[in-house]
């Protein structure tokens, strides 16, 4: 059972378009990391949130965190090709552990 | 800056076998972390170890073990290779993981298959 739940799982949008995908779970957590990830690679982070109803930007790129730190989002703004990749949402906890969602694949196309 | 070093990028077991995965990682962090990734299953946590001879279970810890006699390496043994250990696997560093808030630095991983 995955602990954090992304949703879509695929995402294919036109060059300019927006975009978001979304982080949930029933469990609270300490803080909120996104990572991107390309093929063959492993995941570089992105963002981490740590307070309940933090907002954090990062050029095109806006991530929220719930403010009862179950859920978070990332939106992106007039996507371009290079964002293209899979988006990992990973939500900490007192105990060292950092766990993963499933991951949403993007596909920004020229 | 070599970061985390994970050796080998590939390699393909018979069932039964066993083997040592390598990660190393030159950043002088504390924490340090095995995950295996499979499709629509995102990263799961094998094992961790939050400092040189301290390890625990993560998630999906059975039929591996881990060690951490120096603070920069962590080997992930497989102890007898099943099928469904079939995956690619990522060691992952931090400075510490107070909160679970500490930034992993990923290897490029290793793609292992079990036939």
């Known amino acids: 059972t995955q602990l954090l739940e992304q949703s879509p799982q695929f995402l294919s949008i036109q060059e300019g378009e927006n975009l978001t995908v979304y982080c949930n779970s029933s469990?609270?957590?300490?803080?909120l990391q996104w990572y991107r990830q390309e093929p063959g690679e492993g995941p570089v982070l992105l963002v981490t949130v740590v307070t309940g109803g933090e907002v954090k930007k990062l050029k095109r790129l806006t991530f929220q965190f719930g403010d009862a730190r179950k859920d978070s989002s990332l939106h992106i703004t007039a996507a371009q090709p290079g964002d293209t990749g899979l988006y990992l949402c990973?939500?900490?906890?007192?105990?060292?552990?950092?766990?993963f969602g499933a991951g949403t694949t993007v596909t920004v196309r020229a | 800056n070599a970061g985390v070093t994970q050796t080998p990028k590939f390699q393909v077991l018979k069932t039964g076998q066993s083997m040592t995965l390598q990660c190393a990682q030159d950043?002088?962090?504390?924490?340090m972390s095995w995950y295996r990734q499979d499709p629509g299953m995102g990263l799961r946590l094998i094992h961790y170890?939050?400092?040189?001879?301290?390890?625990d279970q993560g998630e999906v810890p059975n039929g591996y073990n881990v060690s951490r006699s120096t603070t920069e390496d962590f080997p992930l043994r497989l102890l007898s290779a099943a099928p469904s250990q079939t995956s690619v696997y990522f060691c992952a560093s931090s400075r510490s993981q107070i909160r679970g808030s500490g930034p992993l630095h990923f290897g490029n991983g290793t793609r292992l298959t079990v036939t």
């Open positions: 950043m002088n962090h504390e924490y």
């Open positions: 990973a939500g900490g906890t007192y105990d060292y552990k950092l766990s």
């Open positions: 170890s939050v400092g040189a001879g301290i390890t």
């Open positions: 469990s609270v957590f300490s803080s």
